[in-house]
Nanobody, 114 residues
Framework: QVQLVESGGGLVQPGGSLRLSCASS????????MAWYRQAPGKERELVAS???????NYADSVKGRFTISRDNNKNTLYLQMNSLKPDDSAVYYC????????WGQGTQVTVSS
């Protein structure tokens, strides 16, 4: 069973930055389109950013220009660099495959507050 382990969250002030990491145990990670999702209390889980196996990226309008998704296929790891963070970015962040998802990991909490 594929395991996804997210890390790097925390408490940050508005305008600050965080870098999230996601380690995947999937056998064909390099061939898989991956994404970061987030879920705030009382809201649906939403896709924040995605990256294809070829490195093409896509972002939700709410994070475009502030977040950068990347991947290191040698390490089976997905990253999300988050800059200019806003209180509305507060959520639990998860990584997973685009489309048919693997079992969800525990996520990493991001809290943006002064």
């Amino acid at each position: 069973q594929v395991q996804l382990v997210e890390s790097g969250g925390g408490l940050v002030q508005p305008g600050g930055s965080l870098r999230l990491s996601c380690a995947s145990s999937a056998a064909f990670f390099s061939l898989t389109s991956m994404a970061w999702y987030r879920q705030a209390p009382g809201k649906e889980r939403e896709l924040v950013a995605s990256v294809t196996s070829g490195g093409s990226t896509n972002y939700a309008d709410s994070v475009k220009g502030r977040f950068t998704i990347s991947r290191d296929n040698n390490k089976n790891t997905l990253y999300l660099q988050m800059n200019s963070l806003k209180p509305d970015d507060s959520a639990v962040y998860y990584c997973n495959r685009v489309g048919v998802t693997y079992p969800w990991g525990q996520g990493t909490q991001v809290t943006v507050s002064s």
